[in-house]
Nanobody, 122 residues
Framework: QVQLVESGGGLVQAGDSLRLSCSAS????????VGWFRQAPGKEREFIAA????????YYTDSMKGRFTISRDNAKNTAYLQIDSLKPEDTAVYYC???????????????WGQGTQVTVSS
């Protein structure tokens, strides 16, 4: 069982950067891959990136390459999503999730956080 809590969201200006955190409970955090997703108002949730549990290997959806960087610190039971050069269209609720495999599909993730709101003003 893994419980996830996101933090770091807020209201920012276009062009700013944010680092979102995903804090996990449990001693087996390193056994899980972590994925980040987002859901904008009126849109379906979309995959951003995922990172493997121990190797640190990462995978990004093509449209998210460049401004988004996923990382993790297993000693702190925390994963991160760095977002640079924020745009108004990045406004969304950002979720982290845990899976036994590195995957881009929601159905592969067993545990989800409650989400953190990111609002980007122009």
């Amino acid at each position: 069982q893994v419980q996830l809590v996101e933090s770091g969201g807020g209201l920012v200006q276009a062009g700013d950067s944010l680092r979102l955190s995903c804090s996990a409970s449990g001693r087996t955090f390193s056994s899980y891959a972590v994925g980040w997703f987002r859901q904008a108002p009126g849109k379906e949730r979309e995959f951003i990136a995922a990172i493997a549990g121990t190797t640190g290997g990462s995978y990004y959806t093509d449209s998210m390459k460049g401004r988004f960087t996923i990382s993790r610190d297993n000693a702190k039971n925390t994963a991160y999503l760095q977002i640079d050069s924020l745009k108004p269209e990045d406004t969304a609720v950002y979720y982290c999730a845990a899976s036994t495999v590195v995957a881009g599909m929601e159905r592969m993730y067993d545990y989800w956080g409650q989400g953190t709101q990111v609002t980007v003003s122009s």
